[in-house]
Structures are given as structure tokens and as C-alpha cells.
């Protein structure tokens, strides 16, 4: 790979400025200065050295961020706040992008990445990767929502969905359940329930696949993926075949 491009890709500015740190003889590659950013380096192997510290390529990033309520799911808007504009300069310099939508009005997990393939096998309705739900509705949940569910929610577009996991937690005139599903059709969840005669009142995503909200995380904060975590996206990724 181009040295101007790893430095680039790790947030050292464009080639111009890249140019400019060479040109101060700044850059080293295996203790060696260089002389322009044409040369090919292996980012993984060769010590690369700005102003005397180790750049630790890295290609890939995955972080979990926990959703605010009127933050959408989107990289870029011209009129709304995104969930990118919660991240730091140093992370948005990866260019990572959200996994899923998840409803403005909504809150709670989110994974971001630059990894287009993990995105694809999270939220692939293909992959069958179940995403978990706290759901407080108006109305009361009964044992007979939960058999509507296993079977499927014919929704008003006429689309029935997959089955879902509806778990009662509280049952009144303000109810409150978790929801596992594995699709993730334009406001699906409301409209699931919409479809049994109740209406959401809040929403929260605790869970895709084995990632589980962090509960420290406050809303909008975030933090990297676990080792663990990352395990396990590299593992949908293996199995894409």
C-alpha cells in the first residue's frame, strides 16, 4: 500500500499534507526517512514513524454506540443531527456507518463500521442475526400478541414478517415487552404492534446477535467493540459463504 495512503487512512490529513510532513522530514519507514509518499509499505509489518511515533495501522473499525431519541441513523443530513456527528474527528476519520437503522425516536444500540462486510451479514434479513427490543406500548400485551407474533405480523403493506420472540415483562394499560426479530423493515416494530391494536410509546435496541448494549454507556456515548465483540463480527464475516 501507497505510504500516503496509510497515513491518510489514519488521520494525518490528505496526500498534500502527508507530502508536506515528508517534505519536513518527519515520515520514517524502518528507521529510514523518505523522500515522497509513492512508495509501497507493508502497513502491518514495516515500522512506520511520525514526528518519532509508531503509526499502528489499523484497516478496519467497529464501535457501539448507544443511540440518543432525535439522532438519525444516517451518516450525512443537511437538516438533522447523525449518529456520525456524535463521534470524535479521530474516529469519524475511518468513515465508519451505521448498521441498521434504528428509528429517530428511537435509542439504544447501534454498531458502527467501515466494514462493509460485517454490515451486511448483521443486517442481512438473509443472515437471520436476531436484534433484541425493549418496547414499552399502550395497550395491554396478552398471551395471544405472543402467539400472533411466533406466527408472523402481517403488517399493512400486506408483508407478513418472520417470526418474533415477544416476551411480556409487564402487562396493563401501559405495557412493557422485549421483542426479538431478525428483519428490519421500515419501522417494523411499530408497525408490528400496530398491526395487534397497540402503539409504541418507547423503543430501545438492546442486542444484535451476541453484542448486548453496554449499560454504562449513556445516551450518545460510545466505545469500541470487545475483543470478544469483534470476534464475533469476524465471524459472521466467515460465514458469509
Not at 509513492?38 to 473499525?61: A, C, E, G, W
Request: charged letters at 30%; one cysteine or more.
Amino acid at each position: 500500500m501507497r505510504l500516503d495512503k496509510v497515513l491518510a487512512h489514519m488521520g494525518y490529513g490528505s496526500r498534500k499534507d502527508v507530502k508536506e510532513l515528508i517534505k519536513k522530514e518527519w515520515v520514517t519507514v524502518n528507521g529510514a526517512r523518505v523522500k515522497h509518499g509513492r512508495i509501497h509499505v507493508d502497513p502491518y509489518n514495516d515500522v512506520i514513524m511520525v514526528k518519532q511515533t509508531p503509526v499502528h495501522y489499523r484497516k478496519y473499525i467497529y464501535v457501539m454506540i448507544n443511540k440518543p431519541q432525535g439522532i438519525i441513523s444516517a451518516t450525512t443530513d443537511r437538516r438533522e443531527k447523525t449518529i456520525i456527528d456524535l463521534l470524535p474527528p479521530d474516529v469519524q476519520r475511518f468513515n465508519p456507518f451505521p448498521a441498521g437503522r434504528l428509528d429517530k425516536d428511537a435509542e439504544g444500540l447501534v454498531i458502527l463500521t467501515n466494514d462493509g462486510e460485517v454490515a451486511h451479514q448483521l443486517t442481512s434479513p438473509k443472515k437471520a442475526v436476531k436484534k433484541t427490543y425493549y418496547v414499552t406500548v399502550d395497550g395491554r400485551i396478552t398471551e395471544k400478541d405472543v402467539w400472533q407474533f411466533a406466527q408472523g405480523i402481517i403488517l399493512d403493506d400486506g408483508y407478513q414478517t418472520k417470526p418474533g420472540d415477544l416476551t411480556i415483562l409487564t402487562s396493563g394499560c401501559i405495557s412493557t415487552v422485549e421483542l426479538g426479530i431478525t428483519e428490519g423493515k421500515f419501522h417494523q416494530v411499530k408497525r408490528m404492534f400496530a398491526a395487534v391494536g397497540k402503539k409504541v410509546i418507547y423503543l430501545k435496541r438492546l442486542q444484535m446477535g451476541d453484542i448486548r448494549l453496554d449499560t454504562t454507556l449513556e445516551p450518545g456515548a460510545f466505545r469500541e467493540l470487545t475483543k470478544t465483540e469483534r470476534k464475533y463480527c469476524l465471524s459472521l464475516k466467515a460465514k458469509k459463504n
